[in-house]
């Protein structure tokens, strides 16, 4: 492939619900373009963009895609992300690095959640984007029903700048609205307007036309005059609505029968901006901490953003990186200024799925790849010592759904430390960490097929079989008033024997307070040298509770009195006698369990807000308070960690995926009376397993 420049590129993102036919359409795009001779199918697995396994296997797209391809002087980077919400993070990916975005709609479906999902993601970076209304071979397409979905959804600046022929067994093409002609299946040869649709091309044309003209006022005056408004009048003021954002067009085809996809290859070029005319970009210098705007200009200084790592088979770690200004060449030397290193440059990639092609030169305005970087990772800038930019991070959701991660063999236990970081590097959804109170290893995904996917993952990459389990509670114990307790240990063996005599309160802390061991010894009753052994007895104590064995908190033991023998007291008696005195207090009856708190905050279109509510009293919790948010509803609530271990499983049951929350640890609270017998039985039913 040869080199462009920063005007001859457009770097576009697909996005979708997941099944609308993306993939399939970046097939089409591909076949299209020249790129691939054959037109692969997603329910056989021969796409280019779906090449992963669990990718083939689950028959949706899961990691993101580069898929360069040459149209009309045009180098069109292709970047297929997942439509799924449990891969969110390709897709933010994706959306970061692009200048322009389709969307591809299904002509059955209409608008679906993901659609709407997207469009809020593509919103929040203001990216031009055209609309795709796929499958109109599929039965009950509707492409009317669809555009209405669509100006109602996202707003009436959506305008169809197409018309489809037909529909179902009878699609057979679609009509320009512009220079109105038609054109049949995938020919690229005019064609008059069938007498079928003629009456309807030219009602939507004079509609498209009245949008068009609102745009620019020379337009306007010429309309109002009864002047003739020509073709190469609506292109031109179309392509500045679709850069400015106040215009979308809507466009129709097939992507299994490649119907209107090179007129959507044509649009791309025409109506969506390359680098040069995207949104400027800023980077910050981390020398002199000065906000500076990048040229896209190979001749400036480098400044790229690495926006995905991942591991190829054959290269190993490749990293993935858009340049906004400057140039990379092969075998040459970057300074990565997040890290504060010089980063050697192998040789250059251009990938195409998971093709490859060599090349000697990135420059600005495109994307590349190279292997083996030593200490890149996502979200770095790759720049120049003399003049280190740093672009802005990747920001990604936190990760809301956890498993725990249970080792089947004991070499998968030695694996699993290095294959994680791996993984959460590729997947910066992914959160791994060590549960300090339950000594789980704890994985943290987008939702269940995100962790699943994860594991299968982890099997076939590396060899590591794990099994995905619920996560422990962290439950804890404490006590509810002062107890006094004695203890005396005494052993009498011939020789030295064993003694040692102590008297603790157990007294209750204000909750989050901790542990804390005191004395108040007077007289010597416990020799000094003693005391440290007796807070080891009361520190090995607090480990297990007496109810159901969890750590005790929240607690103050106090040594006040005791005894000891000349001869047959030892630091280990003393040790014995705190740590049963301790268990002694305990065993009184008045002794609790506590269980976590978290801090839900649940966004929901208002049409949910009922059942939100409703569900969240099943699960014991106490609603703090709602606002509105951009359109939505958000709710705060105090629930028990116990309820909600899988919550995102819940969440989008109730809302069909349009429900999204944040959740964090508040504090313990007292475990309901009811709810004590029936962790008492399980945690018991799970030591006698062990």
């Not at 469009?119 to 499958?135: G, H, S, T, V, Y």
């Not at 990293?319 to 980063?343: C, D, K, L, P």
């Not at 949910?608 to 509803?633: A, C, P, W």
Request: proline share 5%; charged share 25%.
């Amino acid at each position: 492939m040869r080199s462009y420049g920063a005007d001859s590129i457009r770097n576009v993102v697909l996005l979708s619900h997941c099944g609308a036919g993306k993939t399939s359409l970046s097939e089409a795009m591909l076949f299209t373009c020249g790129a691939i001779s054959r037109l692969g199918r997603v329910d056989e697995g021969t796409t280019t963009s779906d090449h992963d396994p669990d990718e083939i296997k689950r028959k949706i797209s899961i990691n993101l895609s580069l898929l360069p391809c040459e149209w009309k002087d045009t180098k069109v980077n292709i970047i297929d992300v997942p439509g799924y919400a449990d891969f969110l993070g390709g897709a933010i990916s994706g959306i970061r690095v692009a200048d322009g975005a389709v969307v591809v709609v299904c002509a059955a479906s209409g608008v679906e959640v993901g659609t709407e999902l997207m469009w809020k993601q593509i919103e929040a970076r203001d990216l031009p984007r055209l609309i795709f209304i796929n499958k109109m071979d599929r039965e009950n397409a509707d492409f009317h029903k669809v555009v209405e979905q669509v100006q109602k959804k996202f707003g009436r600046h959506c305008v169809p700048v197409q018309l489809p022929i037909g529909a179902h067994t009878s699609f057979e093409g679609v009509v320009d609205l512009i220079g109105m002609k038609a054109y049949k299946r995938d020919s690229r040869d005019e064609a008059e307007i069938p007498a079928s649709v003629a009456n309807e091309a030219r009602t939507l044309h004079d509609k498209m036309v009245e949008s068009v003209v609102e745009m620019d006022d020379d337009l306007t005056n010429r309309y109002l005059e009864g002047q003739n408004i020509t073709v190469d009048d609506i292109r031109r003021v179309l392509v500045q609505g679709v850069k400015a954002g106040s215009m979308v067009p809507i466009m129709a085809g097939s992507a299994l029968q490649n119907t209107g996809v090179w007129c959507l290859l044509d649009a791309v070029c025409q109506y969506l901006p390359s680098p040069k005319e995207a949104r400027p970009v800023e980077a910050v210098n981390a020398a002199t901490q000065q906000s500076e705007t990048l040229q896209p200009d190979e001749g400036t200084p480098l400044a790229a953003l690495v926006f995905m790592t991942s591991a190829d088979p054959y290269v190993g770690k490749v990293t993935h990186f858009r340049i906004y200004s400057g140039a990379i060449n092969s075998n040459s030397q970057v300074w990565n200024a997040a890290r504060g290193q010089m980063e050697r440059i192998g040789q250059l990639l251009m990938f195409r799925g998971k093709t490859q092609e060599a090349v000697p030169r990135v420059t600005a305005g495109d994307i590349g790849s190279v292997g083996k970087l030593a200490v890149t990772v996502g979200g770095d800038t790759l720049s120049v010592k003399e003049r280190p930019l740093k672009l802005p991070v990747i920001e990604f959701p936190e990760p809301v759904y956890s498993v725990a991660l249970h080792p089947k063999t004991k070499t998968d236990v030695d694996k699993l430390g290095t294959v994680l970081p791996r993984l959460a590097e590729e997947d910066p959804t992914i959160l791994v960490r060590k549960d300090a109170d339950t000594g789980e290893t704890v994985l943290q995904g987008m939702g269940d097929t995100h962790v699943e996917v994860t594991a299968e993952r982890m099997q076939r990459k590396f060899g590591v079989g794990v099994e995905l389990r619920t996560p422990k509670v962290p439950y804890k114990e404490t006590v509810t008033s002062l107890v006094k307790a004695e203890y005396k240990h005494k052993k009498q063996t011939g020789g030295h024997g064993q003694y040692g005599h102590v008297l603790l309160e157990v007294e209750p802390l204000p909750r989050g307070t901790g542990f804390e061991f005191a004395e108040r010894v007077v007289g010597g009753a416990v020799p000094r040298n003693y005391i440290p052994a007796v807070e080891k007895g009361v520190l090995e104590a607090k480990q297990e509770g007496v109810l159901a064995r969890y750590p005790l908190v929240d607690v103050k033991v106090t040594l006040y009195d005791g005894s000891a023998h000349a001869v047959d007291s030892s630091e280990m008696s003393f040790k014995i006698a705190a740590a049963q005195a301790v268990r002694k207090a305990l065993s009184q009856g008045h002794t609790v369990l506590l269980e976590p708190i978290v801090r839900l905050r649940v966004i929901v279109p208002e049409a949910f807000t009922g059942d939100i509510m409703s569900d969240l009293n099943t699960k014991r919790g106490r609603v703090m308070g709602m606002t509105q948010e951009y359109g939505s509803q958000v709710i705060e609530a105090q629930v028990p960690l116990a309820e909600v271990l899988r919550y995102a499983v819940d969440l989008r049951a109730i809302t069909q995926g349009r429900g999204g929350y944040t959740m964090e640890f508040s504090r313990y609270e007292e475990v309901p009376p009811y709810q004590t017998e029936k962790i008492i039985a399980e945690r018991a039913a799970e030591k006698e397993k062990a």
